[in-house]
């Protein structure tokens, strides 16, 4: 039975270079290019940082304002980052309430359920264990958010923009240079099979 890359070869003759050139979409600088036709010929990648250059412009962007906040912008920041804070900790705290609830009926159905056999006790304890450890892990109060001031916003907002741009321009240089192995790889088969 043919394979999609053995498949034209399976009606009839193929090129050796085709059959390269198709197998190649299976693994290496083309595999995003799999789904495309197996007549078109694999394409240099071209590096994706438009969405890492939009951060890091967003970034430059957030260090100016918060860099340019007077104490009474800074606070006002703060209040209403607070504000944000707390509803999103009540929500996850009403969330973790509603799960551990479902949790610990399960486990109360779990622990009153009596195993048909011996051979079904481990499916009781291993059910019994996945409830414990999910209650320990998905339902614990990490607490209030604690409200900063507006010197402590604006402080934490530069540090974390600060982060962000030392961290996208590395990852925008390593992103062009996947893009240049990946061509590499790409034009050192096309060498090797005589394609320009």
């Known amino acids: 039975m043919p394979t999609g890359y053995t498949a034209k070869l399976h009606d009839g003759p193929q090129e050796f270079n085709d059959f390269v050139l198709s197998c190649s ?39 100016r304002e918060a860099e340019s906040w007077s104490e009474e912008e800074a606070q006002s920041q703060a209040e209403e980052q607070n504000i944000k804070n707390r509803e999103y900790w009540l929500g996850v705290k009403e969330r973790a309430i509603a799960r551990r609830e479902r949790y610990e009926d399960m486990l109360t159905q779990v622990r009153a359920w009596t195993p048909p056999t011996d051979g079904h ?9 996945q409830l414990e450890e999910s209650i320990r892990f998905d339902c614990h ?37 996947r893009s240049n192995e990946a061509n590499k790889w790409i034009l050192d088969l096309f060498a090797s099979l005589g394609i320009e």
Do not use: F
Request: charged share 40%; no cysteine.
């Open 25 to 63: 979409r299976a693994l290496g600088a083309t595999v995003h290019q799999r789904d495309e036709s197996p007549e078109l010929k694999p394409k240099l990648r071209e590096p994706h940082t438009s969405y890492l250059e939009e951060r890091l412009n967003k970034a430059a962007t957030r260090l």
């Open 121 to 129: 006790v481990g499916l009781k304890e291993y059910m019994i264990d």
């Open 141 to 177: 109060d990490r607490g209030e958010p604690i409200p900063l001031t507006g010197e402590e916003y604006r402080a934490q907002q530069i540090a974390s923009t600060e982060r962000e741009l030392e961290y996208y321009p590395k990852e925008i240089e390593a992103e062009i240079e």
